[in-house]
């Protein structure tokens, strides 16, 4: 029998991306959707959460897809009613909120899974099979992308706990912390700040590798046109790029993986096993680079931003 789910927060990545994802999976039903401004057709809606956890609990699992600042207390309450909770990347505005959450998922005998999309991209195994057998020599990201085409007017991602360019750059270091046969950390950063906002715009990090490989990694807001989503690698034994933030794969210049994108498909697979193990996935790896950059990078004061 099928799981039954609501969706908290019905922008767009929950309408380009979440909504239909569940729908082609047997293992879920959308039972109802809880939004201040926006529904789905045919189930119910709510403008609260705890609304909906009085009205409705028959509902098992609760999916977040609402902006970083406001997710702890959404998924706490999640937690103490006893229901799953699958949370949007990031998991949190910060590691302490994603430390406590998993306590209480763990306390209340729940499912708890910080999802990175990115991670799930269909390219993104070979690259790591790919890795394993071989020493990395070279390994540069490049996360470039025009924030009005993908966020427009959000202002929330301006705010402390947004992120700023992190936000798709987190994209980025999921997949680094997935493919990669060993951690690595960061060693230097250099992070643009406009003038008139509080996260971010652009970055550059520097990260140290335990074999002595150079790795690397720009994210750019910035950047009009064709949209770039990149992971180049060189090695011993050939190299190999990522681009399309997953959807294609490369080996020795040779495609690999072309036009493949089930990302959220797969993050719901992964939910549902999930669930059915009474097992949890809160894997911080990825956030915990981001954190070290706004420690260690230098700040750069640009030009002020505007939508």
Known sequence: MAEK????????IARDQHISSIAANPDWQLEAAVSRHAGVDG??????????????????????????????????????????????????????????????????GVTLFATWHSRYADSVPALKAFLAERTLKRLKITWKEDVRRWHPGQEWIWEPGGMGVFDPGINALS??????????????????????????????????????????????????????????VETDGG?????????????????????????????????????????????LSPMIHVCDAFSLGKRVITDPFEF
Not at 5 to 12: F, H, S, T, Y
Not at 62 to 73: T, W, Y
Not at 178 to 201: D, G, K, M, Q
């Open 5 to 12: 789910l609501a969706l908290v927060g019905i922008g767009k």
């Open 43 to 108: 189930i119910d809606h709510y403008t609260d959460l705890d609304e909906l956890l009085e009205k409705r609990p028959d509902i098992t699992t609760i999916s977040l897809a609402i902006p970083p600042q406001p997710r702890f207390e959404y998924a706490a309450r999640a937690l103490r009613a006893g229901k799953h909770v699958m949370l949007e990347k990031p998991p949190g505005q910060s590691l302490a909120e994603c430390f406590a959450l998993e306590d209480l998922a763990r306390e209340q």
């Open 175 to 232: 997949i680094l912390t997935e493919i990669l046969p060993y951690p690595v950390h960061l060693s230097a950063a250099t992070l643009e700040f406009p003038a008139n906002r509080a996260t971010p715009i652009a970055a550059s990090l520097t990260f140290a590798d335990p074999v002595g490989a150079e790795m690397s990694a720009e994210f750019d807001w910035r950047q009009e046109g064709p949209q770039t989503w990149d992971i180049e």
């Open 239 to 283: 190299s190999a790029k990522l681009s399309l933030g997953g959807e294609r794969l490369e080996i020795d210049g040779a495609p690999v993986i072309e036009g493949s994108n089930h990302e959220y498909a797969n993050l719901y697979a992964r939910m549902a096993d999930l669930v059915k193990e009474g097992a949890r996935d809160v894997d």
